[in-house]
């Protein structure tokens, strides 16, 4: 087994640009909808949250946008990420398939977080702003826009979800150990957090909800901007970085892949593999099968509805066309916190319309089975986030096993566990559960997005 | 800012061996002695608990080993590590010192442990060992040979410090994770165990007991042998991967050290980067300063005695003749749990009697604040050992603000903190202390070493 295990670039080679996938589409995805009016939102709606850099971006169908000088020069302390082959995972399962992963976790904060946050960082310092609002889950969005802030001399100040909060202090410490100000939510910081607290002392706290927290104190003060880690088509091109260095890795490998799989909660781990690899397939030199995984019990793409809808549940955004299984529904309490999320990126879901991508949902034991059978193989202890995708890749390479097909397989392995070790305890003292697909909370939650006429 | 942070090597760049300090010092460190008899111990002494190619390794006076292709195949998940240059931490002191920095982090232990792990489980597993036993305290030792083992298929059994055991759940579940069977020590699983519990059911358990516990159960079967993660020769000839691949990238960024700086507990880190750079001195082909940073609760180099001593807390193991605080010594309970070792590796002792070293005793608030401070400039938030080599760099980096010398440190940061945040959650909390130095339980317990005549 003296073949390469890794596939690095050298400085000179990280690619310089990010990717719109926007231009390269037969049909533009439907525009966000102010509430209120029902018209396209325009760029003044946007202001009062982001810098117009981002909102260009945002809307832009420009097929590639630089990346700044100094954004690029943040992303070298760890970019390029290597690219793997599963070597020891294949010969384990028996398989003919050649296994590729994408791996996003040697960056700051141990996940693809940072390649949105970076930038974000950068454009808002540009534009004066002093001071960067977000909400976090389990922690790693969180974690990725702390570093980044100070990267930039950017002060960062974090709602994060009560229970994680209180459960997950190592990701708080690290939010901390990058200068950030974190809140457990709702906070007595905002309006809205207190009016919570004022009802229900005890309320765990919501992503909703903390998002509503985040964007109140950003709307106060044109010094304080907010910024969001997943889901929006600039952050979604953001991500592409990962994808254009995957290309030219697959490459040095020698191989095309035919089958590439990410996980999605929001979306933006996913589209920053694939969406490089679609340009590729829609202009004919290549032509894999590209499958979002997403966990079964918050299965938007796979059993929501393609609607109008809030991006937050307290209904305060624009209305994003997109696969949603309802803003004010609560998802049960996996472990993959970061795909615990109503809806999916209008992007992404646009692109699930076109057909040019397929999609499939995964219970959390399977993927936490995965995981292990991973860390036991390949050394590295996956987030349970990058599980499904694993799970997915596990069942296709044992497919190959019986059919014999050679099939290459690349996924997106977004991030390590080593902050979720606990749920890996769970899963090894047999506490870990799987929920039913929860049909009437949905249909109750699909009963209340707005009424858009077509 | 667009010169290098980081430079890489290839994998045909990747070193095919170790290095063996011994071959190039002008006098050979002192024979480990039989604990009965006082004679120096051969083999056969050791074969209990090792294999004979480690054993032949511990005693070798070959200047280099070959690394098994085998072990390179493991080695190459992750190796070679980058050597960063910090340039943000520069630009944040202001100083005209270059830094550079090794990092081990990006290995499946998230430290240097991996190094000695997978040659140890190979070597063992080409003896037809079929388990290996071993200790860890806060756990980073452990999930290393938790991993090596599972390479090779072996059964790996780890007594873990009980108050480790309790209060980090998060390693135990990474050793668990990498397949291993950890029990708290003391356990019911060993006669010594059984009765430290019958004395004291609530026992908290040391390093000490933990390795009295894993021997135990070693040299009762001839298929199951038992590791170390530090001290002796051979562990830290495997380490050396470091230093020479530290050497080549040093050449790579065009410039040569004149002062490295690591940490030292048991010695294998700080030996792992240093004993190449020595050999260069030697040699004539280079001058560097090099220096070992300890903990001011375990200043074993800079306070204690040179002498013969057991390694282990129940004084069942060869004496070897080394810089201890006393056998029986038992530090205070710093974050740096790999540094709280009652003893220093003979090498490194015997090279420090040689003056070919230096060494200082750093207090952790200080090494914290110098952790912080790193994660903030260069997004990584070190491991609590490494902080004591960051602490002392960044002080060296301020006096040459004041010289303007443009000194050039290279340091190991030999892994991250991703599962020591709950340390750096007490920093910002404010509660943690400094130890004073504990004249009196040293002075006791060097009373207690035994009396070896010169």
Redesign the interface.
């Known amino acids: ?2 073949e ?3 596939y ?1 670039l ?2 000179d080679e990280v690619p310089t640009a990010w990717y719109n996938l926007v231009a390269d589409l037969p049909a533009p995805p439907p525009p966000a909808l102010h509430p209120g009016t029902l018209q396209p939102a325009g760029p003044d709606d946007f202001a009062p949250l982001f810098p117009m850099e981002l909102i260009m971006q945002e809307v832009t169908t420009d097929r590639y946008v630089d990346i700044p ?1 100094e954004v ?3 992303y ?3 970019r390029a990420t290597p690219l ?1 082959r599963a070597r ?1 995972l294949e010969a384990a399962l028996g398989t003919p398939a050649r296994i590729y992963y994408k791996y996003e976790g ?1 960056s ?1 904060a ?1 996940s693809h977080k940072p390649n949105t946050a970076v930038p974000q960082a950068y454009y808002n310092a540009a534009a004066g702003v002093r001071k960067l609002t977000t909400e976090t889950g389990a922690g790693q969005w969180g974690t990725a826009l702390a ?1 980044a802030c ?2 930039f001399g950017l002060e960062c100040e974090v709602w994060q979800v009560r229970a994680s909060y209180d459960q997950k ?6 939010m ?4 950030a100000e974190v809140h457990p939510s709702p906070s007595d910081a905002t309006e809205y957090g207190r009016s919570l607290l004022a009802a229900d002392p005890d309320n765990p706290g919501s992503l909703g909800i903390a998002i509503s927290e985040a964007v109140e104190v950003a709307a106060q003060d044109p010094e304080i901007r907010y910024a969001l880690g997943s889901v929006l088509n600039h952050v979604l091109m953001h991500q592409t970085i990962i994808g254009e260095e995957a290309l030219l890795q697959m490459a040095k490998a020698g191989d095309t892949p035919d089958l590439i799989i990410g996980c999605t909660g929001g979306g933006s781990n996913f589209a920053g593999l694939s969406f490089p690899f679609l340009r590729e397939k829609l202009a004919g030199n290549m032509a894999p099968v590209v499958r979002a995984v997403e966990p079964a019990a918050c299965p938007s793409l796979t059993r929501g509805v393609y609607a109008y809808d809030f991006g937050d549940t307290a209904g305060t955004t624009p209305l994003m066309k997109m696969h949603t299984l309802g803003h004010d529904f609560i998802p049960d309490p996996i472990h993959a916190g970061g795909l615990r999320y109503h809806g999916m990126s209008p992007l992404i879901s646009h692109v699930y319309e076109l057909g040019l991508i397929e999609a499939e949902a995964i219970n959390q034991t399977d993927c936490f089975a995965a995981g ?1 059978q991973f ?7 996956p987030a349970p986030e990058p599980t499904h995708a694993l799970a997915a890749t596990i069942a296709e390479a044992l497919a190959c096993r019986e059919t014999g097909e050679e099939k290459v397989i690349l996924t997106a392995l977004c991030g390590h566990g ?2 979720d ?2 749920a ?2 769970r899963y ?1 003292e047999g506490e870990m559960v799987d929920y039913d697909y929860p049909v009437e909370q949905v249909e109750a939650a699909l009963s209340r997005i707005p009424q858009v006429p077509a």
């Open positions: 087994m003296s390469p295990l890794r690095l050298n400085d000088g690029m020069d943040v070298r302390l760890w793997h020891r040697t700051p141990g570093f100070q990267m202090p190592y990701r708080r410490a690290m901390q150990a990058f200068g292990v860390a036991r193989t390949e050394g590295i202890v080593m902050l070790m606990a890996y305890d090894f």
